[in-house]
Structures are given as structure tokens and as C-alpha cells.
């Protein structure tokens, strides 16, 4: 597996600044010269394993923000970007994006802002849509994409609603019954909760106050609509503040995600922050015990397990993931250097399109990323019946991972033998960037790499990857 040196200059000079220390004052406290932390600053250097446990022992930093972040999200997504056919040339290095994440990241996000308006701007033309001729048909970003770039940078983990959540499920023993805490804290506010045969998962009437859930849906799905409505009536302000600090740059955008954290607050008040995580540790991360310990789903389990990302108190840094049939990714979140394709679906490799063709039962995984670091991937189908005869079937799959460092931590790592290198299948990102030459699933060539065709030959590919 390949290592990678830590270059945090932009974090060391977050951390100089915030403890309000001049460089050569602070160069001192980590025991280190003034060059040589003038060159850590400017990435220039990587940091040292001794300025690392400087940081922790002078500063008591959670040395895990040093590595973390915006930065490998950043590169990620400037390198598909730059994989656009747009951007001709060759592919600038690694290093000179690395640097512009870590020197310049709001150049970066503007860049990348940009790159979006472009992409949707040329859809809309290559679509012939009618709306072209309307005023509001200008480019810029979806309300969806902007909502999901929120989450994306944010580590799916927002620290003021999920303490607020875990508040709730705690106060007055409410952990242990969490559903009565909900339908309780509403009739409260004089919202009468009524249970019925409808399709709606969900319906309000605020000029009634009258919360009807549906009888079809699981026990989980409704103990996390009474949540998700808790939050609407008692949380608004919160959720409103956040959103304030957000800056959306539409309204729709805004409800999209004011639904977003009224979904997060409802997740984390079903399994709050500190049991969960020690519920988790305790079980070695077993998802379907988890599931029946906190009342959850499997998808609810699994999506939870990416947001423990909590300064100080962190879990393992997880991706989770959803597909459809067609492998268009439906949720993304990762606290992996893994980073998902903005654009298309996932990599055909990945077992989480096997999920399919087996339902019911968990599939695992070793898979090696481009870059040499190794994943261990849970994948799994989550169909979510209608209810009723004849009603359409919703199919999807999910999938959890995280780096195969944390093996020994997973229930479902045992049996594997993570010791051979020939046990990791080679997956990606998206075809566009992915650097492998002799992928028999590539579906477009790397735009960075020169083809050579051979009419005379054909192999699993009509080109060769140069």
C-alpha cells in the first residue's frame, strides 16, 4: 500500500493562528526551527511525526484534523474536473493540486464552482430543453447539488443538531424509548399523531396540527418521521440558524436542506452520538445488531456510522453510499479519502452492484483504490416495498467501507485474509480519471493518458492505455 506524506501547512497555520502565537514563538513550542515551519506552512515540507505529537501534547489537537478535511475532497474533485474534455493538455500533477487545496481552497471551490456552471450550462443545450428560452434557465448550481456539496464539505457531521438530538434522546432516560419521547413531545405542542393506511409516509397539516404517519412503513421508518417532524416543531430555530450560516444561493436549495438536517437530527436522536459510538465499538461495528439494539434500519445504521466524525470523540472514518439499478449514486457521504464521482455512476467494480443479485445478505469486500490504499467494503440490498399489492418496488443498495487499517475493528473483517495483495480487487472513481490501464470494466479511455489503436488487434479494450 502506498503511504503518503502529510502536508497540512493551511492546518498549522489554523492552529498557530487560533492559539494566537507569532511563528517564531509557536516554531518553539513545537521544537522546530522558524525555516523549518515556514516551510511547513507553505507545504514546502511535509510534517513530521515529532511536530505531530507536539501538536498533541503542547495543544492537545486531534491530530486526525491534520489528515482530514477539505484538502483530499478538494483534489478529488479538481482532478475530475481537469478530466473534462474541455481542459486539453495533459493532467497537472498530483502535487500542484494538493498545493492549490491546501494554499488556495477557496481559488479551488471557485474553480470547481465554475466547472459546475459549465457542465450545466452545456447539458441544458445538448438537452434542446424549452426552458432555455425562460430567464431563470441560467446556469448555476442545482439546488440538490448545492445541498449535497454542504454535507460533502461539512463531513456529513453537524456538530450544534446532532448535539441538540442526542440531548433529546438522552434527557429523562428518553434513550430507552424514544418513539413515546417523539408522539409525547408533540402532543406537547398540540399536534395530535394519527397512524394510517396511506401512501404517504408523512403528512402535516399546520392549521389542523394533525401528524399523520403511515401504517405501511417499517416501525423504524415511522419512529424516524415522528423524529424528523420533532425536529421540524421543536428545532426550527436551530435549523434555521444553520442555514443562515450556510448561505444558500436559492430558496429551494434552502428547504432542500432545512429537510436535510431535520433528516440528520432524526438519525442522530434514534442513535445519539456517544451510546451509539460505544454500542458500535462494543459490537465491532455489526450492523444489523446495531439495527436492533437503537430500532433502525440497516441503511439508517449504516448512513449513521458515516457522520461519527465528532472533534474529540471520533469513530472510524467511514464512506457509505447508495445506488439505484442503474448505479446512479442516490447519497454520498464519505470521512474516507475516498471520494465518489460527482458526476455518473459508481465504479462497475465495486460490490455494491452485486448487492443486487443477492438479496438479503451482506457482501464484503477488499478493494484497492488507484492511489494504493486499501478499502474493506459492506454492501447490501435495501429494497423498500410499497406496502400493497401492486405498488412499485424501490431498489437500491447501500454500501459501507473504510480503509483496511481499521480491519481489526469490523466484525466483518474476520476471514479475510488482508495479508495477501492479490485479495484487494482494483476498483475507482470514475472512468474518466482513473489511472488503470488494463480495467476489463472501463466503459470511456482515461483522458489523461495517450490511446494507441491497432486495427489489426483486438483485446478486452479496441485501444491500449499508454
Request: charged letters at 25%; aromatic letters at 8%; proline letters at 5%.
Amino acid at each position: 500500500m502506498a503511504t503518503q506524506k502529510l502536508y497540512a501547512g493551511a492546518k498549522l497555520r489554523e492552529v498557530r493562528t487560533r492559539v494566537q502565537l507569532t511563528q517564531k514563538d509557536f516554531a518553539a513550542k513545537l521544537g522546530v526551527s522558524l525555516p523549518y515551519l515556514n516551510q511547513m506552512e507553505n507545504n514546502n515540507r511535509p510534517v513530521s511525526t515529532a511536530v505531530v505529537l507536539s501538536l498533541a501534547g503542547e495543544f492537545g489537537i486531534d491530530v486526525t484534523e491534520l489528515s482530514t478535511g477539505d484538502g483530499e475532497r478538494l483534489v478529488s474533485d479538481m482532478r475530475e474536473a481537469l478530466a473534462d474534455p474541455v481542459f486539453a493538455g495533459d493532467m497537472p500533477p498530483i502535487a500542484d493540486l494538493r498545493l492549490a487545496a491546501s494554499n488556495a481552497p477557496t481559488l479551488a471551490r471557485a474553480f470547481i464552482e465554475l466547472h459546475n456552471s459549465y457542465r450545466q450550462t452545456h447539458e441544458r443545450l445538448a438537452s434542446l430543453d424549452e426552458a432555455l428560452g425562460r430567464e431563470d434557465a441560467r446556469a448555476r448550481p442545482s439546488p440538490w447539488e448545492e445541498v449535497r456539496d454542504f454535507f460533502h464539505y461539512c463531513d456529513n457531521y453537524i456538530d450544534p443538531v446532532d448535539r441538540a438530538a442526542e440531548h433529546f434522546a438522552t434527557d429523562q432516560g428518553r434513550s430507552g424509548n424514544i418513539r413515546v419521547a417523539a408522539v409525547s413531545t408533540l402532543g406537547a405542542e398540540g399536534i395530535t399523531v394519527a397512524f394510517e393506511d396511506t401512501d404517504r409516509l408523512r403528512s402535516y397539516v399546520p392549521s389542523t396540527k394533525k401528524l399523520t404517519i403511515s401504517l405501511r412503513a417499517a416501525p423504524e421508518t415511522q419512529t424516524f418521521q415522528l423524529l424528523l417532524q420533532v425536529a421540524l416543531i421543536k428545532q426550527n430555530a436551530l435549523l434555521e440558524a444553520t442555514l443562515d450560516l450556510a448561505r444558500f444561493q436559492t430558496q429551494e436549495a434552502r428547504a432542500i436542506a432545512k429537510i436535510g438536517l431535520a433528516n440528520y437530527f432524526a438519525g442522530a436522536a434514534l442513535m445519539p452520538y456517544a451510546t451509539f459510538l460505544q454500542s458500535a465499538q462494543d459490537s465491532r461495528h455489526d450492523v444489523e445488531w446495531l439495527a436492533g439494539r437503537f430500532g433502525a434500519s440497516i441503511e439508517q445504521v449504516a448512513h449513521r456510522l458515516a457522520t461519527m466524525q465528532r472533534p474529540g470523540a471520533k469513530g472510524i472514518p467511514f464512506f457509505f453510499v447508495r445506488v439505484d439499478q442503474a448505479g446512479t449514486i442516490t447519497k454520498r457521504h464519505s470521512a474516507t479519502r475516498l471520494q465518489f464521482a460527482r458526476f455518473g455512476g459508481a465504479c462497475p467494480l465495486w460490490n455494491v452492484h452485486r448487492a443486487f443479485e443477492q438479496p438479503g445478505q451482506f457482501l464484503r469486500q477488499l478493494a484497492e483504490t488507484p492511489d494504493g490504499v486499501g478499502y474493506i467494503n459492506l454492501a447490501r440490498d435495501v429494497s423498500k416495498p410499497a406496502g400493497r399489492y401492486g405498488a412499485p418496488v424501490r431498489r437500491f443498495a447501500i454500501a459501507l467501507g473504510c480503509e483496511v487499517a481499521h480491519a481489526g475493528a469490523l466484525v466483518y473483517a474476520d476471514g479475510l485474509d488482508l495479508g495477501r495483495t492479490d485479495a484487494f480487487e482494483p476498483i475507482g472513481i470514475s472512468c474518466r480519471i482513473c489511472e488503470r490501464k488494463t480495467c476489463h470494466q472501463r466503459s470511456v479511455p482515461p483522458l489523461e493518458r495517450k490511446l494507441t489503436i491497432d486495427t489489426d488487434l483486438r483485446d478486452v479494450l479496441p485501444y491500449t492505455v499508454d
